[in-house]
């Protein structure tokens, strides 16, 4: 029988092979030489073309244009999450008449395209005049602001109300049940533990309908509500130069990229509990 | 062959008379609205918007595919072991997942003009280029919708375990194969309800290219709004058409659905 007699000495690693050279390796690389061409051209395009008296003139209209989009957005979102509360109790509702209503609406408001909307509120009520200048509320309808305001939040609230709905019937059972066990009134037991659980399914949902409505947003320019995409289009409808687009690319891109980081951060600050 | 070619198209264009929902023999416009303001023919707006309709169907169904292999490509670029692949791709859906549908629409319309002008303008030939709407939408369209449909792939991809894969190589097979009878199946199976929802999206997106100019349900019904006066009704009409539509969708999805879980154990 036979034993070591002594440890082997510790034997350095061994070598490390260089990747083999492989298509995806090239491939990688062209794409990534065709966006960094790309950028560069950009960048060439705006430097080269760079016209201060365009900027003095378009640069703050594209600022206001921003303002409008930010407060159009932030104001629907509230709203709409406003509306979307009744509307999801509604739909959980054992009533049959308030869970057909809130269906139909959710149906159609998230069936139909919002520039569809936007027309059907902006022209097709304006065609109203009279009647709405009877009740006293065609300064509402004949303003393209408010219109877009009003399509945009009914449009979220119908989407923000399926978010809450799958986000309150997600929490299990046994909460609704540990909470009856302890006693507490329905009421109580909604607010302290049904919706904190439904609140942080919900978190990612309602990011990414921000996200969406930021990008929805940009249809109202088409009836002349001067946002950051009407202010575009009104500078390239004056100048005819292509930049007009790139610097509303700009600012979309890195309104909804800052939005995506900001709310991940929200999201891991408000789950760190959760991790283990 | 030139004769082929008129019957082949005479019968095309009888097809889509015969069972054009709105406007053919059996149309809803034509048995139902003969004497209204949506009659067929030179009295009302119903052919003018049946044209909508299907202009709008075909380009969905022409953007479809287009979307779907080039979402597929950038998901296996996207879980790629290369890192200037992977980056590569992920530039590409954070740009189109980012930028708002309207103005990748606006870019691709005025930039493909512009490309082509400037290359024209190069090569010495000076002359106003104006490129098919359809053609602009098409291109849009497919690359917002690919970036989308990239990312419910690749989460599609990461739910189906290592084991399939060695499984095919156990068995030999050459890693198309492996891909094309064994990992396909089960993807779509597992895409097939955020598939579904893209779809959906594309079929609300369709209506923004009524914007450049391209005849869709709500150019159509736009134009008709305008002349008649009748704005309420005509939108009211094409929001109703895109519900149709989208509950047809819903409808095929479901048979799609059931079709691909057929193998499935029943529990």
């Keep these: 029988m036979s034993y070591a007699e002594k440890l082997l000495p510790p034997q350095p690693a061994p070598p490390v092979l260089a990747p083999p050279v492989s298509w995806s390796r090239i491939f990688g690389l062209c794409v990534m030489g065709l966006w960094a061409a790309l950028a560069a051209s950009l960048l060439y395009m705006m430097v080269s073309g760079w016209d201060n008296e365009k900027f003095?003139?378009?640069?703050?209209?594209?600022?206001?244009?921003?303002?409008?989009?930010?407060?159009?957005?932030?104001?629907?979102?509230?709203?709409?999450?406003?509306?979307?509360?009744?509307i999801a109790f509604a739909r959980m509702s054992t009533s049959k008449v308030l869970n057909a209503i809130s269906y139909c609406y959710v149906y159609i408001f998230r069936g139909t395209p919002l520039l569809a909307q936007l027309y059907l509120i902006y022209y097709g009520l304006g065609s109203f005049k009279p009647q709405l200048d009877s009740v006293g509320l065609w300064w509402f309808f004949?303003?393209?602001?408010?219109?877009?305001?009003?399509?945009?939040?009914?449009?979220?609230?119908?989407?923000?109300?399926?978010?809450?709905?799958?986000?309150?019937?997600?929490?299990?059972?046994?909460?609704?049940?540990?909470?009856?066990?302890?006693?507490?009134?329905?009421?109580?037991?909604?607010?302290?533990?049904?919706?904190?659980?439904?609140?942080?399914?919900?978190?990612?949902?309602?990011?990414?309908?921000?996200?969406?409505?930021?990008?929805?947003?940009?249809?109202?320019?088409?009836?002349?509500?001067?946002?950051?995409?009407?202010?575009?289009?009104?500078?390239?409808?004056?100048?005819?130069?292509?930049?007009?687009?790139?610097?509303?690319?700009?600012?979309?891109?890195?309104?909804?990229?800052?939005?995506?980081?900001?709310?991940a951060w929200i999201e891991a600050r408000l789950t760190r509990h959760l991790k283990r | 062959m030139s004769g082929l070619f008129s019957a082949l198209s005479s019968f095309w264009a009888w097809i889509g008379y015969a069972f054009d929902p709105l406007c053919g023999p059996v149309g809803l416009f034509r048995i139902f609205a003969s004497d209204t303001i949506v009659a067929c023919g030179d009295a009302g707006w119903g052919d003018e918007i049946a044209f909508g309709v299907k202009v709008t169907i075909s380009l969905a169904l022409v953007t479809l595919p287009v979307g779907l292999v080039l979402g597929f490509f950038i998901a296996l670029a996207l879980q790629s072991r290369d890192k200037a692949l992977r980056t590569a791709a992920g530039i590409y859906t954070t740009i189109f997942r980012g930028l708002p549908e309207l103005l990748t629409l606006f870019i691709v319309y005025y930039g493909l003009q512009m490309a082509i002008q400037s290359?024209?303008?190069?090569?010495?030939?000076?002359?106003?280029?104006?490129?098919?709407?359809?053609?602009?939408?098409?291109?849009?369209?497919?690359?917002?919708?690919?970036?989308?449909?990239?990312?419910?792939?690749?989460s599609a991809f990461r739910a189906i375990p290592k084991g399939q894969y060695e499984a095919g190589d156990a068995l030999g097979f050459h890693r198309g194969r492996t891909m094309l009878l064994i990992i396909l199946p089960q993807l779509i199976r597992i895409a097939l309800p955020g598939l579904g929802n893209l779809w959906m999206s594309l079929l609300k997106d369709t209506a923004l290219v009524s914007v450049i100019g391209l005849s869709d349900i709500l150019r159509q019904t736009g134009v008709a709004a305008k002349v008649s006066k009748e704005a309420f009704f005509f939108y009211l009409l094409a929001c109703c058409l895109f519900l149709v539509l989208a509950m047809l969708s819903s409808i095929g999805i479901g048979f799609i659905d059931r079709w691909t879980k057929r193998s499935e154990v029943r529990r």
């Design chain 1, 142 to 263: 004949r303003d393209a602001w408010y219109c877009g305001l009003l399509s945009l939040t009914l449009n979220t609230a119908a989407y923000q109300a399926e978010i809450l709905r799958g986000a309150i019937q997600s929490v299990p059972r046994g909460q609704h049940e540990g909470a009856a066990a302890l006693g507490l009134p329905k009421k109580v037991a909604f607010l302290k533990i049904i919706l904190p659980q439904a609140l942080i399914v919900a978190l990612r949902p309602y990011g990414n309908e921000i996200i969406l409505l930021i990008k929805g947003s940009a249809v109202v320019a088409v009836i002349t509500v001067f946002d950051l995409m009407g202010q575009t289009r009104y500078a390239f409808s004056r100048t005819f130069d292509y930049q007009a687009y790139l610097w509303a690319a700009i600012f979309y891109l890195a309104i909804v990229e800052a939005l995506r980081h900001l709310w």
């Design chain 2, 119 to 154: 290359m024209l303008a190069y090569m010495g030939v000076e002359e106003r280029i104006e490129i098919n709407a359809f053609f602009a939408g098409m291109i849009a369209l497919s690359v917002v919708f690919s970036s989308y449909c990239s990312e419910v792939l690749l």
């Design chain 1, 56 to 86: 003095l003139r378009y640069g703050p209209r594209y600022l206001s244009g921003l303002w409008v989009t930010v407060s159009l957005v932030g104001l629907s979102v509230v709203m709409g999450a406003l509306m979307s509360l009744p």
